[in-house]
């Protein structure tokens, strides 16, 4: 299962690859962040993340794509371009046919360092550890990328064992029948 | 000089093309409301809103978009659901190298009503008055539609005035050099 991890922006949107299942070790495929200048068209901003993650798609066909859930913070200005950029990968993913979820941070936290309010270094040095990296992904923009990846590796695998152990047991029912 | 007029939103997105200029009356091309289901999976959402969107600039070939402008208001919720929306027009805008403007909702309302603080009501019949319409539009999101595409005809007519005076001006003391 390769999966595609956005952590959108308009500024700096992080964007992470990894490969893997349960039970297997996790494997970075790629990772980087997509910046715009902050004083361009905010449509033409959006046109060119939308060029950069249908690059990244093609490159790396991931299975999925997850993307971080915006709330609304403090910032309501840079909420709004980031919820504007967050729906370039989901109009990416469903123009694909490809499964998406959306996390939300602390799921991610949770996923990757067992602490829903785990801070940015922690979130990196865990991410740096589970991908078995020589170095940590810099900026954190790129580290939550590759965080959202692995987290919906690993939740999605449990949802896909939970859907098994349904059918199996519907497929033992049945026989019985 | 024909406008697509967009109030973005997932549940109700109203559309209204209008055509004119400063000094013409301006005329309704067309107008509508694109509905997705609040149950539905969020990316395939914004793609049905995408593929309504595209259709709609391919059968009316506008020469200019205008959106309005997201702001945070009490629900949170369904705000990052208009933002994500307000992002479909805008790429479907620069995908094809249209200008795009953003306006604010009290600009909508000052520029058809004379008054920013107007109530639906009053945008409604203004817009049925200024557009000669034998019926109002309905809901309240395609008459905003077509609010939208009226600032901008005005507006963008008042830009083009001033660039144009700014031009002649120039060209008469290149005449004079």
């Keep these: ?20 299942g349960i039970g297997q070790p996790l494997r970075m495929v790629a990772v980087g962040v997509v910046r715009t200048p902050p004083g361009d068209d ?10 950069e993650i249908d690059d990244w798609m093609h490159a790396h066909e991931p299975d999925a794509v997850a993307v971080e859930r915006v709330f609304a913070k403090a910032n ?15 109009l990416a993913a469903a123009r694909r046919g490809l499964p998406l979820a959306l996390h939300t941070p602390s799921e991610v936290k949770a996923a990757v360092t067992g602490n829903g309010r785990a801070d940015k270094a922690q979130v990196t040095s865990m991410v740096t550890r589970i991908l078995r990296l ?6 954190a923009d790129a580290a939550d990328a590759l965080a959202l990846a692995i987290c919906h590796v690993w939740r999605g695998g449990a949802h896909d064992r939970i859907a098994q152990a349904v059918a199996a047991q519907q497929a033992r029912a049945g026989a019985r029948r």
């Design 76 to 90: 309501i200005k840079g909420i709004m371009g980031t919820a504007q950029a967050s729906a370039v990968p989901m």
């Design 1 to 20: 299962m390769r999966v595609l991890g956005v952590d959108p922006g308009l500024t700096r949107c992080g964007l992470g690859v990894v490969e893997g």
């Design 134 to 139: 020589q170095v940590a992904p810099r900026p």
């Design 42 to 51: 905010p449509a033409e901003r959006l046109l060119s993340l939308q060029t």
